[in-house]
């Protein structure tokens, strides 16, 4: 129960962070909550919690000027939905899932490799890229701040 409770505040923070940043891009607190509201599960769907506030706010502009954007049938870069009928389908998502975790062990390592201040409000500064194969995990860490990249395999640990 604890661990839900720490994941829900967790999850309520890096939200406010991500309208926090909308609103440093010149949207009204409203104009935010609404972009946020109607358009999070959209990137969710897509890029999880990936990403950090700032890139996460950035993908709701983009798609909301992209929803707000007119049809213009000389510019190549759009598409006419009309078109695609009923040709559109939703992937069903897999019943079967991976979970990677990574032991305090290695988390150690990882924040004595990069000492670089979080910049994001939510505090978050890592990226983790789990590559499975047959050989074991492979792990790529890179760091939001200065770009570096860690790359860990599993005969590492």
């Given at each position: 129960m604890k661990d839900e409770k720490s994941k829900s505040e967790m999850y309520k923070h890096y939200f406010m962070g991500v309208i926090e940043e909308l609103k440093k891009m010149d949207y009204?607190?409203?104009e935010a909550r609404m972009m946020f509201d109607g358009l999070s599960n959209d990137i969710l769907e897509i890029w999880?919690?990936?990403l950090n506030t700032f890139d996460f706010a950035k993908e709701i502009v983009e798609l909301h000027q992209a929803v707000q954007r007119e049809f213009d049938p000389k510019n190549p870069d759009?598409?006419?939905l009309d078109d695609l009928?009923?040709?559109t389908q939703k992937n069903e998502p897999s019943r079967?899932?991976?979970t990677f975790s990574i032991s305090e062990e290695i988390m150690?390592?990882?924040n004595q490799w990069d000492q670089c201040k979080a910049v994001d409000v939510s505090g978050a500064k890592f990226a983790f890229t789990f590559i499975p194969s047959g050989l074991g995990t492979y792990l790529i860490?890179?760091?939001?701040v200065c770009q570096r990249e860690l790359h860990i395999s599993d005969d590492m640990e």
């Open positions: 009204s607190e409203a999880g919690f990936y759009h598409t006419n009928g009923d040709c079967t899932a991976i150690k390592s990882i860490v890179k760091c939001d």
